[in-house]
């Protein structure tokens, strides 16, 4: 059905990089939520009406709240689909995250008021009544959710959307949920044994666990991560593109992320300083606009320029990166260069240091410098330290 939709109602459908495809595609997805979630909502109470059973009932409220989530994800795409303004100039795309946290917070308030029902139905038991109608309704149920959650989860890869996975770990959350009340409700109709609120209690912390789960994945672009390593690698891959024209290499590399399809990224690329300035700075534009075009992120360069030719320079840092790689070998060290004054000879660089490294950074600095200090040449190091994700 998503697929036939899709068709009809989305255009340039495969360019999901383009906001507006986003929108699109977050709108029919929250639309098809909805009418699901009321219809399922609907059965399910008639089925618990029936059955007398708190566990049905409570699902049936579990599919009304997940109608609620289906509009907060239709209204945050269509809201993050709006264009940058005075007030928010790089766009309105972290809205989609924000209605995911929302969507995670509403499982999570669900999973707790079942925990209480649960508990309230073990105090206070009574017999649950099953009959074939009832047991339909529930296979029913269990197929149409295993159905929103592969849409959701397909749709969410496809535009790399944290709010529709949130939406589909709801949906497989759900149709578990759903599987053990089934079971409940067979078990109930069989036997004399009534474990209608303990399989309520298990769904319950089900339920729970997939808000915890959706709500870390939710909150973290907001809070900001690093970049995923594919980016890294294309970003990586082209900018080493134009060795030949005179890149040396790259480091510093920074990427906002101000929500899917609205990425922001500077990075100091190394270049030779006895190039032409003119000829390097053209260089270094046309990189930009490729950056820009090829992974839809507006880029800024700062341009390095490093000694390649000049022997002492070389013989120096060639002496510090085997201080550095005494020291672990996965250190990195960039931006070298000798500032010679009266006194001493400066060697000013930057260390790479991973945010969980063992040591810290001003024992790092220290045990660099102090290195630095035993060598021939009167030399002092300058250090900034870098920091880098593992």
Request: glycine share 8%; with cysteine; hydrophobic share 45%.
């Given at each position: 059905?998503?697929?036939?939709?899709?068709?009809?109602?989305?255009?340039?459908?495969?360019?999901?990089?383009?906001?507006?495809?986003?929108?699109?595609?977050?709108?029919?997805?929250?639309?098809?939520?909805?009418?699901?979630?009321?219809?399922?909502?609907?059965?399910?109470?008639?089925?618990?009406?029936?059955?007398?059973?708190?566990?049905?009932?409570?699902?049936?409220?579990?599919?009304?709240?997940?109608?609620?989530?289906?509009?907060?994800?239709?209204?945050?795409?269509?809201?993050?689909?709006?264009?940058?303004?005075?007030?928010?100039?790089?766009?309105?795309?972290?809205?989609?995250?924000?209605?995911?946290?929302?969507?995670?917070?509403?499982?999570?308030?669900?999973?707790?008021?079942l925990l209480k029902s649960s508990v309230?139905?073990?105090?206070?038991?009574?017999?649950?009544?099953?009959?074939?109608?009832?047991?339909?309704?529930?296979?029913?149920?269990?197929?149409?959710?295993?159905?929103?959650?592969?849409?959701?989860?397909?749709?969410?890869?496809?535009?790399?959307?944290?709010?529709?996975?949130?939406?589909?770990?709801?949906?497989?959350?759900?149709?578990?949920?759903?599987?053990?009340?089934?079971?409940?409700?067979?078990?109930?109709?069989?036997?004399?044994?009534?474990?209608?609120?303990?399989?309520?209690?298990?769904?319950?912390?089900?339920?729970?666990?997939?808000?915890?789960?959706?709500?870390?994945?939710?909150?973290?672009?907001?809070?900001?991560?690093?970049?995923?390593?594919?980016?890294?690698?294309?970003?990586?891959?082209?900018?080493?593109?134009?060795?030949?024209?005179?890149?040396?290499?790259?480091?510093?590399?920074?990427?906002?992320?101000?929500?899917?399809?609205?990425?922001?990224l500077s990075v100091h690329v190394e270049?030779?300083?006895?190039?032409?300035?003119?000829?390097?700075?053209?260089?270094?534009?046309?990189?930009?606009?490729?950056?820009?075009?090829?992974?839809?992120?507006?880029?800024?360069?700062?341009?390095?320029?490093?000694?390649?030719?000049?022997?002492?320079?070389?013989?120096?840092?060639?002496?510090?990166?085997?201080?550095?790689?005494?020291?672990?070998?996965?250190?990195?060290?960039?931006?070298?260069?000798?500032?010679?004054?009266?006194?001493?000879?400066?060697?000013?660089?930057?260390?790479?240091?991973?945010?969980?490294?063992?040591?810290?950074?001003?024992?790092?600095?220290?045990?660099?410098?102090?290195?630095?200090?035993?060598?021939?040449?009167?030399?002092?190091?300058?250090?900034?330290?870098?920091?880098?994700?593992?």
């Amino acid at each position: 059905m998503i697929q036939i939709l899709t068709r009809l109602f989305i255009k340039n459908a495969e360019d999901t990089t383009n906001p507006s495809v986003r929108q699109a595609y977050g709108i029919l997805c929250g639309g098809a939520g909805i009418g699901l979630n009321i219809f399922l909502f609907i059965i399910k109470f008639i089925a618990g009406q029936l059955s007398g059973s708190i566990a049905i009932t409570a699902d049936a409220f579990n599919n009304l709240s997940d109608a609620g989530s289906s509009v907060i994800t239709l209204v945050g795409f269509k809201m993050a689909g709006q264009k940058p303004d005075n007030d928010h100039p790089f766009g309105h795309g972290r809205i989609e995250y924000i209605s995911g946290m929302l969507v995670s917070v509403i499982i999570l308030l669900m999973g707790a008021e079942l925990l209480k029902s649960s508990v309230g139905k073990i105090i206070h038991p009574s017999p649950v009544e099953a009959g074939a109608l009832v047991i339909a309704i529930l296979l029913v149920s269990v197929c149409v959710k295993l159905y929103m959650y592969f849409y959701n989860r397909g749709i969410s890869r496809k535009i790399d959307s944290a709010a529709m996975m949130a939406t589909a770990k709801d949906s497989i959350s759900d149709s578990i949920s759903t599987i053990v009340v089934l079971f409940t409700t067979l078990l109930a109709l069989g036997t004399d044994v009534q474990i209608d609120g303990w399989c309520g209690i298990l769904v319950a912390g089900f339920v729970l666990w997939t808000g915890y789960q959706a709500m870390k994945d939710t909150v973290s672009p907001l809070l900001g991560q690093p970049p995923e390593p594919e980016f890294v690698e294309k970003i990586e891959e082209i900018i080493m593109l134009y060795k030949e024209q005179g890149v040396l290499g790259l480091h510093d590399l920074v990427v906002h992320n101000y929500g899917p399809g609205r990425v922001m990224l500077s990075v100091h690329v190394e270049v030779p300083s006895t190039g032409d300035i003119l000829e390097l700075h053209d260089m270094i534009d046309l990189i930009e606009h490729r950056l820009a075009s090829e992974l839809n992120c507006s880029a800024v360069i700062h341009m390095d320029p490093v000694c390649v030719n000049d022997e002492e320079t070389n013989k120096a840092k060639e002496k510090v990166a085997g201080i550095i790689k005494e020291l672990d070998g996965k250190l990195k060290f960039h931006d070298f260069r000798m500032v010679h004054g009266p006194t001493h000879t400066n060697l000013i660089f930057d260390v790479v240091i991973p945010y969980d490294y063992g040591m810290a950074d001003d024992e790092v600095k220290r045990y660099v410098q102090e290195k630095v200090k035993g060598l021939d040449g009167n030399y002092f190091a300058v250090i900034d330290v870098d920091k880098e994700c593992r």
